[in-house]
C-alpha cells in the first residue's frame, strides 16, 4: 500500500505553502541569483566552498563523539566512514546513511547533526559513508563503496548491532542506498534491511519530467543541473536506464519497506513517486510523503517545516522497531 499526501492542483501557487517554506524558497531563489553560475567553477572548488560553509547549504558541524572508521575494498582505496552511536539508550540496531550531493558533492560530516539527533530519537547506530566522487570516480566506484560499507556492517567488522538495519539517503544517496539494497539481493542473495528512508531520490538517469523542466530559476538544483549530474557520473557510452545504474528499471522485489518523500517543489519529484509506485508494485510496503511547497531536501535548512519532517523519519523508523520487536 501506499499512503499519499494530499497535493493542490497548483503546485506553483506560493499562497498555498507553509509560511516557512515560502520564506525559505523565497531566500533561495535570491542567493542563487546574486552568485555566479555554480558551474563556473571547477568541481574542486566547488567542492571546498561547500565544505567552508561559502555554498548554499549550511556548514558542517562535526559531532565530538563520532568514531572514524575505514572499510576494506580490495583493489580500491579504503572507503571511510563515520560511526556515531547513541549516548542517552543502548543502540539497538544501526541505520546506514549515504550522503547526497550529486554524486559530485558532498561528505559524510555534514550529516552529523542530523544523524546524532536521528541516534538518540530511535537508539540506531548511524554509519555515514565517504563514497568515491565523481568525475575523478565514476560509476560504479560509488555503489562499489557503499556495498563495502553495508557488507561491513552486516558481518560485523564494523562492531555495530544488526537486530534492527535500516539505509537512507538523500537525493543521490536515496539513490545509492536503493542500488546497494539491489546489489545485496542480486549479489549476496541478502535482503537483510528492516527499512530504507529514501529522501528525494534520483532514481532515473535518463530524467523524469520534472526532471526535464526547462526553467532555468534554481532553488537548491535545476534540470541543467541534474543533466550535468549524469553527464559527470556516468562513464561514456552507458545506457541511463540501464537498471544497474537507474534503480526504477529494476526488478525491486523483494526490497525493504520504504518511505519515500520530497517536496512538491523539487525537480526529482517524479522521480519519488514514479518510484514509491514501482516499489509497491514489486509487493514492498511503501509510504509516498510529498510536502507541499517543499524544494529539494528542504530539510536541510532548520525550517519548521523541515524540522517536522525529519520527526516524521524518525517517528517512522521507531514504528518499523517496534513492528519488529514489540
Known amino acids: 500500500m501506499i499512503h499519499h499526501s494530499r497535493l493542490s492542483p497548483n503546485c506553483s501557487d506560493a499562497t498555498s505553502f507553509a509560511p516557512d517554506l515560502a520564506r525559505l524558497n523565497e531566500y533561495l531563489l535570491s542567493e542563487h541569483a546574486r552568485r555566479p553560475d555554480p558551474w563556473s567553477v571547477t568541481v574542486q572548488q566547488a567542492r571546498q566552498a561547500r565544505l567552508d560553509g561559502k555554498g548554499i547549504f549550511p556548514p ?18 579504503d572507503v571511510p566512514v563515520r560511526v556515531i552511536r547513541p549516548k542517552t539508550r543502548e543502540a539497538r540496531g544501526t541505520y546506514i546513511h549515504i550522503h547526497g550531493g550529486g554524486w ?24 555515514s559513508i565517504d563514497y568515491r566522487l565523481a568525475p575523478e570516480e565514476p ?22 548491532p544488526t537486530g534492527f538495519m535500516s539505509i537512507g539517503g538523500e537525493s543521490a544517496g536515496a539513490h545509492l542506498s536503493a542500488v546497494t539494497l539491489l546489489r545485496l539481493r542480486d549479489e549476496d542473495a541478502a535482503s537483510p534491511f528492516h527499512a530504507a528512508n529514501l529522501v528525494a531520490g534520483f532514481f532515473d538517469l535518463s530524467l523524469t519530467p ?9 532553488i537548491v538544483i535545476n534540470a541543467a543541473d541534474l543533466s550535468r549530474f549524469v553527464e559527470l557520473s556516468l562513464p561514456a557510452g552507458c545506457d541511463p536506464r540501464d537498471p544497474r545504474y537507474s534503480p526504477i528499471y529494476a526488478d525491486l522485489s523483494g526490497l525493504a519497506p520504504a518511505r519515500l518523500s520530497c517536496g512538491s517543489l523539487d525537480p526529482l519529484r517524479h522521480d519519488t513517486m514514479f518510484m514509491a509506485q514501482a516499489w509497491a508494485d514489486a509487493g514492498n510496503e511503501t509510504e509516498l510523503c510529498v510536502t507541499e511547497g517543499g524544494c529539494h531536501v528542504f530539510e536541510s535548512f532548520g525550517t519548521p517545516s523541515g524540522e517536522a519532517s525529519i520527526a516524521s523519519v524518525d517517528a517512522w523508523l521507531n514504528e518499523r522497531i517496534a513492528l519488529l520487536d514489540p
Open 104 to 127: 559530485l558533492f558532498g561528505q559524510a560530516i555534514e550529516a552529523d547533526p542530523r544523524l546524532r539527533r536521528m541516534a538518540e530519537s530511535t537508539g540506531l547506530a548511524t554509519v
Open 210 to 218: 520534472s526532471a526535464r523542466n526547462p526553467t532555468t530559476q534554481r
Open 60 to 77: 558542517a558541524r562535526p559531532d565530538p563523539d563520532t568514531e572514524r572508521h575505514f572499510v576494506s575494498l580490495p583493489g580500491a582505496p
Open 139 to 160: 560509476f560504479p566506484a560509488a555503489f562499489d563503496d557503499c556495498l563495502a560499507v553495508a557488507r561491513a556492517v552486516l558481518d560485523g567488522s564494523l562492531s555495530l
